[in-house]
């Protein structure tokens, strides 16, 4: 749970806000912090890889 949370953290997310904690912007902030650090560690994702993460993290999450 602490990598989810401080991985939303890192790419900014108010956690304080008083606006709704919509599911579809934290999956993709989600998503975008786990492209980050594999492209930190050197891991260069190919558009295949990227579709499959899309379909894994931001599949049936609701719009907000």
Sequence with gaps: V???LKGLSYRGYD?????P???RILAAMF???VI?????AG???????LSLL???LL??????
């Design 36 to 40: 980050d650090l594999c492209e930190n």
């Design 2 to 4: 602490i990598f989810v």
């Design 15 to 19: 956690f304080e806000s008083d606006e």
């Design 31 to 33: 998503r975008d912090n």
């Design 43 to 49: 891991m260069e994702m190919t558009e295949k890889q």
């Design 54 to 56: 899309d379909r894994w």
């Design 21 to 23: 904690h919509a599911p």
């Design 59 to 64: 599949t049936d999450v609701p719009e907000p």
